[in-house]
């Protein structure tokens, strides 16, 4: 697998990372969102760069202008609910792309630390033969992209993979590299060093879901 770590070269992206991570700015559930948006955004472009294209001929009004323009035929799948507002992010950049929505969740059968991850819901295009873009905001252990993808597969085998996180964990996305195809990329904007014994990122933000939509029962 392939890692572009995106923050490992400073950028307005610090500004948008430094404030979904603040304890006290977080708090505007508005703000949170639109900056997840805006972190997408900046994934859409980067990978954007790794994209086939094709010469076309557009015609202005004054004359004629050859531009590249890429041709992926691009499937855009996001793992419900905290991957909504990173989803929009990247649609404002692919906008012609079809869209596939995924559940996954934590489930503690012994509640208590353990857990598996339970996928129940999946509604998605043909992705055979095309270029899936699976976002998820946040990269902890990996098993929920692990599981999700297993879910995927299923229903057909994309021609290539690109994943699109905001924050990881090392360890987390070391688990995704061991379980996905080598040519994948991983496109994210930080990673940070370490899981807390309940698997979430330190230092993190926090839970992504509940903060951009509420808590949940």
Same mark, same amino acid.
């Given at each position: 697998?392939?890692?572009?770590?995106?923050?490992?070269?400073?950028?307005?992206?610090?500004?948008?990372?430094?404030?979904?991570?603040?304890?006290?700015?977080?708090? %505007? !559930?508005?703000?949170?969102?639109? &900056?997840?948006?805006?972190?997408?955004?900046?994934?859409?472009?980067?990978?954007?760069?790794?994209?086939?294209?094709?010469?076309?001929?557009?015609?202005?009004?004054?004359?004629?202008?050859?531009?590249?323009?890429?041709? &992926?035929?691009?499937?855009?799948?996001?793992?419900?609910?905290?991957?909504?507002?990173? *989803?929009?992010?990247?649609?404002?950049?692919? %906008?012609?792309?079809?869209?596939?929505?995924?559940?996954?969740?934590? *489930? *503690?059968?012994?509640?208590?630390?353990?857990?598996?991850?339970? @996928?129940?819901?999946?509604?998605?295009?043909?992705?055979?033969?095309?270029?899936?873009?699976?976002?998820?905001?946040?990269?902890?252990?990996?098993?929920?992209?692990?599981?999700?993808?297993?879910?995927?597969?299923?229903?057909?085998?994309?021609?290539?993979? *690109?994943?699109?996180?905001?924050?990881?964990?090392?360890?987390?996305?070391?688990? @995704?590299?061991?379980?996905?195809?080598?040519?994948?990329?991983?496109?994210?904007?930080?990673?940070?060093? !370490?899981?807390?014994?309940?698997?979430?990122?330190?230092?993190?933000?926090?839970?992504?879901?509940?903060?951009?939509?509420?808590?949940?029962?």
């Amino acid at each position: 697998m392939t890692i572009h770590h995106i923050a490992e070269n400073n950028s307005v992206l610090n500004t948008f990372l430094s404030e979904i991570r603040d304890k006290n700015i977080q708090k %505007d !559930s508005l703000r949170f969102r639109r &900056n997840i948006e805006r972190i997408g955004e900046i994934l859409s472009y980067e990978l954007s760069k790794t994209l086939s294209y094709n010469k076309v001929d557009v015609t202005t009004p004054l004359g004629n202008k050859e531009v590249q323009l890429p041709t &992926n035929d691009l499937v855009l799948c996001s793992i419900l609910r905290a991957g909504l507002p990173l *989803h929009q992010g990247l649609l404002n950049y692919f %906008d012609k792309a079809e869209n596939a929505f995924i559940s996954a969740y934590r *489930h *503690h059968p012994n509640n208590d630390q353990e857990f598996e991850i339970v @996928v129940e819901y999946f509604a998605s295009p043909e992705i055979e033969n095309k270029t899936l873009l699976l976002a998820d905001p946040m990269l902890a252990t990996g098993q929920s992209l692990v599981a999700v993808y297993e879910a995927i597969k299923k229903q057909g085998i994309p021609k290539d993979i *690109h994943i699109l996180a905001v924050i990881g964990a090392k360890e987390g996305v070391d688990f @995704v590299a061991e379980h996905f195809p080598e040519n994948t990329h991983l496109w994210i904007a930080t990673i940070d060093d !370490s899981l807390n014994e309940k698997g979430y990122i330190i230092p993190g933000l926090g839970d992504a879901g509940d903060l951009a939509f509420g808590q949940k029962l």
